[in-house]
């Protein structure tokens, strides 16, 4: 059984750092992808970045790029959201996700396993 388990979530001033953990387990992910989305009240659910567990490349939108940096380490079977310069409309919960391609895709619907989320809040 898949399970991924988000984790670093927490309340922040403008202009301040978190780094979302995602903690993957029950397959191997090294024919993933490996994503962060994030929903705000009343809002649908955006992609923000992606990394291909093997080889890593990476892909963000265009709203985080530059400020947010994603990895992963493979040791620990774990993905990363660094999190810089966050602003208030970052405020979301955060949701990590697989998918079992390597596509990269910022599309919600090829992601089959998510987690629970966790919830980021930027105070301006």
């Known amino acids: 059984q898949v399970q991924l388990v988000e984790s670093g979530g927490g309340l922040v001033q403008a202009g301040g750092s978190l780094r979302l953990s995602c903690a993957a387990s029950?397959?191997?992910?090294?024919?993933?992808?490996m994503g962060w989305f994030r929903q705000a009240p009343g809002k649908e659910r955006e992609f923000v970045a992606a990394?291909?567990?093997?080889?890593?490349?990476?892909y963000y939108a265009d709203s985080v790029k530059v400020r947010f940096t994603v990895s992963r380490d493979a040791a620990k079977n774990t993905v990363y959201l660094q999190m810089d310069s966050l602003k208030a409309e970052d405020t979301a919960v955060y949701y990590c996700?697989?998918?079992?391609?390597?596509?990269?895709?910022?599309?919600?619907?090829?992601?089959?396993?998510w987690g629970q989320g966790t919830q980021v809040t930027v105070s301006s």
């Open positions: 996700a697989a998918d079992p391609s390597m596509s990269l895709a910022p599309t919600p619907s090829r992601y089959h396993y």
């Open positions: 029950g397959r191997t992910f090294s024919t993933c992808t």
């Open positions: 990394i291909r567990w093997s080889g890593g490349r990476t």
